[in-house]
């Protein structure tokens, strides 16, 4: 493998990938498309001469997780991955994966990371930041198994006279459910709204939902992949003062600007738009972690036990996500940061949603209140998605995974009825292109055409 990279670093053979791309193009099935990325690292870690320009076959990936990431990061992470450089610049003579974690140099790559999650999300300093293992998943254990754990917000069981803790929980789809089952292991969870289909393809207003005031925090979903909701502009004034808000924003964070002094605490599982699977990106403020937890929390939710311990590294973190999280906050800077991505995000979910409002009924979304429409799924059927209407739906998705080999465009069924006809999903987080969202209006528009 190192005279292999070596060899290409040289110039005297070509990657694999370009090889690749090569016999695709002499087939007909991709165009050239090159790519130039410097790679500038904050932390000095020798990379600015990591000059790329290679030409890649890649597929049209619409996976909700793990998600698409850039090319230029992936070429980035392709470069360095047998030859990690310190902050000196000078390389170390073995490969991240192969770093120990009490090291002086995963140290520093473990500082540098947060700092410039820091610096993507403007976190303040009362707030400290974390890499969980075990993705947004284990956090909907740890959550209440950290908040729960100091005295107070008991309420009563009126025929056993049991005491027990209380949680608020927004329902807004299948992941704010799988949040609120996780808490139900360990107290009353009292749901704020509820929707008796159980889709979730609106939400009352905030004013509307029952909070209870005893409840030790309130959590919420920011978006839901499965039917694309997305909370544009969440009810902050309903919260009570001094109830910590909780979100899991695993499906948008970093896609937008989000003023973090609002919350409580904030997570994100990182394979959607800050690296790939393994690690949760938490943000907690300080005055939520303390020894108070819940009696038998595991020491992997303990937030304490990884506060404590040196650089906040209690365990083997997941070193590979780590340090591709690094990069693509690098590579999130140099893209203008939040508020650029921001109108990315907006310009290509319009691209989508303009063609299905505009089709006279042949395309139709579940979630239809702009207010709640999400930028980072565009979740949809081809009129009525049922009966005879469904077999153009398996029409498209076939067309759409066998002849042009897009990857996971089919989404779970979204009906109320027996048949459970599944529904079309284009997930379009942080790196996905212009481009690719344009195949896909094209490829719309090509079928709608012909099955008007």
Request: aromatic fraction near 10%; include cysteine.
């Amino acid at each position: 493998l190192a005279i292999y990279a070596s060899y290409v670093h040289e110039g005297l053979l070509r990657p694999l990938s370009q090889m690749a791309a090569s016999l695709l193009r002499q087939a007909g099935r991709i165009a050239p498309r090159a790519f130039n990325w410097a790679g500038p690292s904050r932390a000095a870690s020798g990379a600015a001469d990591a000059n790329h320009k290679l030409e890649v076959a890649r597929a049209v990936n619409l996976s909700a997780g793990c998600a698409a990431l850039p090319v230029e990061v992936l070429l980035r992470a392709q470069k360095e991955l047998v030859e990690f450089r310190g902050r000196d610049g000078l390389p170390r003579g073995l490969s991240i994966t192969e770093m120990g974690y009490r090291t002086a140099d995963f140290y520093n790559l473990m500082e540098d990371a947060e700092d410039l999650f820091r610096e993507v999300l403007t976190i303040p300093d009362n707030y400290e930041v974390h890499f969980f293992n075990g993705g947004a998943s284990l956090q909907f254990a740890a959550v209440p198994l950290n908040l729960l754990g100091k005295p107070g917000n008991y309420a009563s069981q009126k025929t056993s006279g049991g005491v027990y803790k209380i949680a608020n929980y927004v329902r807004s789809g299948h992941w704010s459910e799988k949040a609120r089952d996780e808490a139900r292991m360990y107290c009353h969870v009292h749901e704020t709204n509820n929707d008796p289909t159980d889709l979730y393809l609106d939400l009352p207003p905030g004013e509307e939902w029952n909070i209870d005031p005893r409840g030790a925090y309130i959590h919420y979903t920011a978006a839901d992949t499965r039917q694309g909701l997305e909370f544009q502009d969440f009810p902050y004034h309903v919260i009570p003062e001094g109830m910590p808000l909780v979100c899991d924003a695993s499906a948008n964070l970093g896609s937008k600007p989000v003023d973090v002094s609002k919350y409580g605490v904030l997570y994100a599982a990182a394979h959607k738009n800050f690296s790939t699977s393994g690690v949760c990106y938490t943000i907690i403020r300080k005055d939520l972690i303390s020894e108070d937890v819940l009696p038998g929390t595991p020491t992997m939710c303990n937030w304490n036990r990884f506060s404590t311990a040196p650089g906040k590294i209690w365990t083997v973190p997941v070193v590979f996500s780590v340090w591709m999280g690094k990069m693509m906050c690098e590579w999130m800077l140099e893209q203008g940061g939040l508020a650029a991505l921001e109108q990315l995000a907006i310009q290509r979910s319009n691209m989508l949603y303009n063609l299905i409002d505009d089709s006279n009924g042949f395309y139709n979304t579940f979630v239809t209140d702009p207010k709640l429409r999400s930028r980072m799924q565009v979740v949809f059927t081809i009129k009525s998605g049922e009966g005879k209407d469904s077999q153009l739906v398996e029409k498209f998705l076939h067309e759409a995974e066998f002849e042009h080999g897009w990857l996971d465009i089919k989404s779970h069924p979204l009906s109320v009825n027996i048949e459970q006809t599944p529904a079309i999903r284009v997930t379009m987080y942080n790196p996905q292109s212009i481009e690719t969202v344009q195949q896909v209006q094209d490829f719309m528009n090509d079928f709608m055409k012909r099955h008007q």
